[in-house]
Structures are given as C-alpha cells and as structure tokens.
C-alpha cells in the first residue's frame, strides 16, 4: 500500500481539463512544499512534471499545474491533449522516509 | 545533458545477491546538491524508492529495503551501484537510477532517469 493515495484512473476529452489528486498526511505532503508529480509513458522512465508543488521544470508545457491544499495536492492539465495519456505519480518528502510515492493514476484521452 | 544507464544482469536466482551499476555523463556524481538514486517498479504496479547516496558518502534507505539493501559510489568512474540481498521473487521489477536534484533541506525531486532495466529473480 502506498504512503500517498491518488485515484487509479481518470479520464477526459481532448481539449478539456482534468485534476489528479495526491492525499497524504501532515507528516508528508501536508508537512511540506515539497511534493513532485511524473509522467509514465508505457515501456519509458517517468518524466518530471511539477517539483515544489508548483513548479515546472523547463520545456514541461504550462498546461500542466500543481497546487496543495492541506495535506491534498493536485496536479491539472488543461487543454488535454492525447499524448497526455499516461500514468502519473505523485512524491513528497515524508517525516518517516525521504521519499514516498503515490499509488499512481492512469489518465486516458478519450 | 545528465544521461544514467543501469547495466547487470537481468536474471538473478533466489536467495542471490542483486547487483545493478548507474553510468552517469554529461555531469560528475562528486557534485553536492544532487542524490544519486535507485528506484524500482514491479510489473504493471507503481513506484517504490529504494534509496540514494549523496556524494559525501551519506546513504538513506527505504525503511522497508534497508536491512537488505547497499548503494555505493565509485567516483572515479563516475558510477553509482546498487546490491539487494537474498533476493525473491518479490524483488522482480524493473529498477531505474536517477538523479536527486535537491534546493533545499528535505527537498528534492527526480529530474533525470535511466531507461530502467528489467531484473528477473527466478531459478
């Protein structure tokens, strides 16, 4: 079981907005500005998307946003488009290891 | 361009040692501000830390690996490794090595990746 809980599976429309949430506890990601979000295409390494809740690392398009409210973060994507069809998974620092992940969710482009 | 590249074996028999070696380019491993990691991913589930080493020899571990896990660092060849002991068939995964970029204490986040490499334990 992970240390960090995100729904399995959401899905949207080419063009619309989706929110992957991230729920953890105030000894990780409600502790802490510090929770990470990657993307996983099938058979490839997991891609850095949002580091420090919000923030995009160069080259990663602004369609893609992070917040945290209380012990939840949130990743959007706005205007999805069908190459967004991936898994995404979560990170933060966690008061009783350095690194836990969420569960990971498969978003798919409908 | 940081590039990682895991390289071992891929089969590994029960009870054995696993041992996997991170090549890094394109940037020195001796450098602070970065953790050099190991993570692994079980067939068709998610992501589980293994652990990293910063380069003044400092390791932290998963508490849950940590009696069976060592990772080390050869500077010279800027290489970092890893060895899992007395694997089972529950250490089948593929593991990646990464890099640990962290601004500050306690933060941190993966911002480059190996390709991964699949370990099989089986006899």
């Known amino acids: 079981q992970s240390a960090l809980t995100q729904p399995a599976s959401v899905s949207g429309s080419p063009g619309q907005s989706i929110t992957i949430s991230c729920t953890g506890t105030s000894s990780d990601v409600g502790g802490y500005n510090y929770v990470s979000w990657y993307q996983q295409h099938p058979g490839k390494a997991p891609k850095l998307m949002i580091f420090e809740v919000t923030n995009r690392p160069s080259g990663v398009p602004d369609r893609f946003s992070g917040s945290k409210s209380g012990n939840t973060a949130s990743l959007t994507i706005s205007g999805l488009q069908a190459e967004d069809e991936a898994d995404y998974y979560c990170s933060s620092y966690s008061r009783s290891s350095p690194v836990v992940f969420g569960g990971g969710t498969k978003l798919t482009v409908l | ?118 370990v099989t334990v089986s006899s």
């Not at chain 2, 067939?43 to 652990?51: D, F, N, Q």
């Not at chain 2, 990746?113 to 699949?118: A, D, E, P, V």
Request: glycine share 12%; with cysteine; proline share 3%.
């Open chain 2, 1 to 118: 361009q940081v590039q990682l590249q895991e390289s071992g074996p891929g089969l590994v028999k029960p009870s054995q040692t696993l041992s996997l070696t991170c090549t890094v380019s394109g940037g020195s491993i001796n450098t602070g501000g970065y953790y050099w990691s190991w993570i692994r991913q079980h067939p068709g589930k998610g992501l589980e830390w293994i652990g990293y080493m910063y380069y003044s020899g400092s390791t932290y571990y998963n508490p849950s690996l940590q009696s069976r896990v060592t990772i080390s660092m050869d500077t010279s060849k800027n290489q970092f490794s890893l060895k899992v002991n007395s694997v089972t068939a529950a250490d089948t995964a593929v593991y990646y090595c990464a890099r640990y970029l962290s601004r500050y204490e306690s933060s941190g986040s993966f911002d480059y990746w190996g390709q991964g490499t699949l």
